[in-house]
């Protein structure tokens, strides 16, 4: 063809744990044929799809054990908000990080285990009905042998792409988890979007990786954009603020003690870096924050206007007038 386009996706990462092909495993992908929910589960992984998925079936009585091989959930995130989160969905699952799952079989006639080793090598073992993986997800462009066209792969075997999501080939575009940058549904359909556009007129546009939102569909939820507070610091001097959702009257009315919003912002130019939200709503509450740093605005974008009052949009602003 005389235009490529690679959007090639990926699938589940299987880590080599002793006996889990014999043994059965869930993916976020067969948990969906499942008729009814099991009675208990143990959760391999403790990302955004391990906790999303231990929220869901809890809600649905299913008796939940995280086995997460680092030393923290959503490491991803805030360090404020990994504690909250932790705090908040070890009300409902049964977590055990720092110990990494080596060995998988059948435990009675309708049982499964999982043992796993902490960095003492101490075995502890886990039983249930069933076992979920998700550690993550992995590139299929192994599966399509991307090599052969001689496209450039680099770590996980992602398609390398410049900022115009460009391959090293030309009239060959790639994107979405093909690629391996923010691997979020709305992250590729913007890829999309700017791939097309950049081939099919002469003005290129960027991929701008830092606007990319996410949120972890949860109890308690989290939402973010933009850069944390270290990657912030990095790249030069910053200003932190912090608001409680019992600082606004609406958090107040709503009883809500644990949620909060985190804004990060340059300090010479006050322009907005970063947003980070636990608590209700924050998929919706992020929104203004994604606008403002998807167009460069500074914090002065969203001070300057009304939030109506009694709501928790109130949240925002009032997390930018406490940066310091």
């Known amino acids: 063809g005389k235009k490529v386009f690679i ?9 080599p744990i002793k006996g889990i092909e014999e043994t059965g495993y869930l993916t976020n992908e067969t948990v969906l044929d499942l008729e009814r929910p099991p009675a208990s589960m143990i959760m391999i992984g403790g990302g955004y799809i391990a906790v999303e998925y231990a929220h ?4 649905m009585g299913t008796k939940i054990t995280i086995i997460e ?11 404020e908000i990994i504690r909250a ?15 990494k799952a080596v060995i998988a079989g059948r435990d009675g006639p309708r049982g499964v285990f999982v043992a796993a080793v902490n960095g003492k090598g101490e075995e502890r073992k886990f039983s249930a009905e069933s076992i979920m993986v998700a550690v993550g997800r992995r590139s299929n462009a192994d599966l399509i042998k991307a090599e052969n066209a001689g496209l450039e792969t680099g770590e996980g075997n992602y398609i390398r792409v410049d900022d115009e999501l460009l391959t090293h080939m030309e009239n060959t575009w790639a994107f979405g988890d093909a690629i391996g940058r923010q691997m979020f549904t709305h992250a590729g359909d913007k890829e999309a979007e700017i791939a097309w556009h950049n081939a099919t007129h002469d003005e290129k546009l960027k991929m701008d990786f830092d606007a990319v ?3 972890i569909f949860s109890r308690p939820q989290v939402a973010g954009v933009g850069l944390t507070e270290r990657q912030a610091r990095e790249r030069g001097e910053t200003l932190v603020g912090m608001a409680a959702y019992s600082d606004v009257a609406k958090g107040i009315a709503m009883q809500e003690k644990e ?6 912002a340059d300090k010479k130019t006050k322009r907005l870096l970063g947003f980070h939200i636990l608590g209700p709503l924050a998929p919706i509450l992020i929104q203004e924050a994604v606008n403002t740093i998807a167009n460069g605005g500074t914090t002065d974008y969203i001070t300057r206007s009304m939030h109506i009052f009694p709501e928790l949009s109130e949240l925002i602003p ?7």
Do not use: C, T, W
Not at 56 to 59: E, G, I, T
Not at 318 to 324: H, V
């Open 213 to 215: 939102p996410h949120a």
């Open 69 to 79: 091989a680092g030393e923290s959930l959503i490491s991803q995130e805030e360090p």
């Open 7 to 15: 959007a090639s996706g990926s699938r589940p990462v299987i880590p």
């Open 56 to 59: 869901f079936f809890s809600s």
């Open 318 to 324: 009032e997390a930018l007038g406490r940066l310091k």
């Open 85 to 99: 989160f932790e705090a908040g969905i070890s009300k409902y699952a049964h977590i055990n990080k720092g110990v």
């Open 259 to 264: 949620g909060f919003a985190k804004a990060i």
